[in-house]
């Protein structure tokens, strides 16, 4: 486990809505009731952030989707260097009139609309109790090096701030009241000050156990028994048959999701917005409005200088 002041991103979570219906989606769309963070909750979550020497995330569900983006975007630029914010999105059709916003607010975007069947995602919705029964001293080993927890992001949601972002998700779904108080400095917690949480949510989760991936395009979500007991009345994913019983059996998957990895994957989300992506200095990706065909004719043939020159075009 990392402690939070080691990751590179805290994520604000804006909401939990989305237009999509992914397999075993992180934030287990279809099966909780959305949220829309008010700008009074987003404000106290930038707040907190200001001195957290690393990157401040925007995400969802698809964040592009709240009514107040443009003004979390204001809010959030005014505290917060460009530099140091990321917008992770699927671009969604008709928002596309966002993209100057997202420009001047955002040094790094994450794009990745779930359009490629090898988008994978871990069950989530099959529970670590379930698959361990009483072999404790394997479950909390597993636990402990999740990569979840390894990889990716703490995060704030309505409920408070997460050691993890797949477990704040998972205290919406359960109505499990046990995140942190959002103040400042409250990123400076260290794995001893977990215990509650994982003792809470991560007993109820997937993703840390040798279990078989999904692709995202499939949209059916795998859910452990008793998991499926606790929500088969409020969830309208499994109300609409978009799920499967596991059977709580191992699998080994070591299939990796190449569209991480795929540059001309994401370049193609950001064309529907009008922009173009250019690797920077941490090794993520900085967008820019296209808006000139002389500069666009020049990154193809790779004479393209760095930001500099298309200044007054890139802000």
Not at 86 to 96: I, Q
Not at 129 to 149: F, R, T
Not at 164 to 178: M, Y
Not at 192 to 197: A, L, T, V
Request: proline share 5%.
């Amino acid at each position: 486990m990392r402690s939070l002041r080691d990751m590179e991103t805290i994520q604000i979570e804006i909401t939990n809505a989305c237009m999509n219906s992914c397999s075993n989606c992180t934030r287990l769309v279809g099966h909780s009731s959305f949220y829309f963070m008010s700008m009074s909750q987003f404000t106290q979550a930038v707040d907190s952030l200001l001195e957290f020497p690393h990157m401040v995330g925007m995400m969802g569900g698809e964040p592009l989707l709240h009514p107040q983006f443009p003004e979390f975007c204001d809010y959030l630029h005014s505290k917060i260097p460009k530099e140091r914010c990321g917008l992770w999105s699927c671009f969604p059709e008709g928002k596309e009139h966002y993209r100057d916003v997202i420009i001047r607010t955002f040094g790094h975007v994450f794009l990745n609309d779930h359009t490629r069947d090898d988008v994978l995602h871990a069950p989530i919705l099959v529970s670590a109790e379930e698959i361990c029964g009483n072999d404790y001293a394997s479950m909390w080993y597993l636990i402990d090096h999740c990569w979840v927890q390894n990889m990716w992001s703490a995060s704030i949601n309505p409920n408070g701030g997460f050691f993890c972002e797949v477990a704040a998700a998972l205290s919406l779904l359960f109505d499990i009241k046990v995140g942190w108080e959002i103040k400042p400095n409250w990123w400076e917690k260290i794995p001893k000050d977990f215990k509650e949480q994982m003792e809470s949510l991560c007993v109820l989760c997937g993703c840390a156990m040798p279990l078989k991936k999904r692709t995202s395009v499939e949209k059916i979500d795998d859910i452990s028994p008793r998991i499926y007991k606790a929500i088969k009345n409020t969830s309208s994913k499994i109300k609409r048959g978009l799920y499967e019983i596991h059977d709580l059996k191992c699998y080994n998957d070591m299939r990796q999701p190449a569209t991480y990895k795929d540059a001309r994957y994401r370049a193609i989300i950001a064309e529907r917005y009008g922009m173009f992506l250019v690797v920077n200095e941490q090794g993520y990706q900085t967008p820019y409005l296209k808006r000139s065909w002389h500069v666009n004719k020049n990154i193809q043939e790779g004479q393209y200088d760095g930001p500099s020159q298309i200044g007054q075009s890139a802000v």
